[in-house]
């Protein structure tokens, strides 16, 4: 599956140019788990080298802590009511 993005193609979504290569990019990774070159060349250019490493270290962490939540079956606390639906 080709998730290359045309960027301009984002439209009026209010997010800001760095905003749409982020959650773009974030996707692909989360969906695919890498970027093509075309991708990871768009993302090298919306965001510089340490952005984008920022977003895949950070896309790994919360992925690492999800599997872990997930793995372990961890209920949250009932001391700190959630207010996302079940």
Known sequence: MDYSV???A?????KDRT???VLRRHTIVIVTGSLS?????TALAGLGFNRLLDVVATV???TAVSLTVNVFEVEP???FPSTLEP
């Open 6 to 8: 045309n960027i301009e």
């Open 37 to 41: 070159d075309a991708a990871f060349e």
């Open 60 to 62: 790994g962490f919360y």
């Open 19 to 21: 905003e749409v290569v």
């Open 77 to 79: 606390n009932p001391d």
């Open 10 to 14: 984002a439209g009026n979504t209010g």
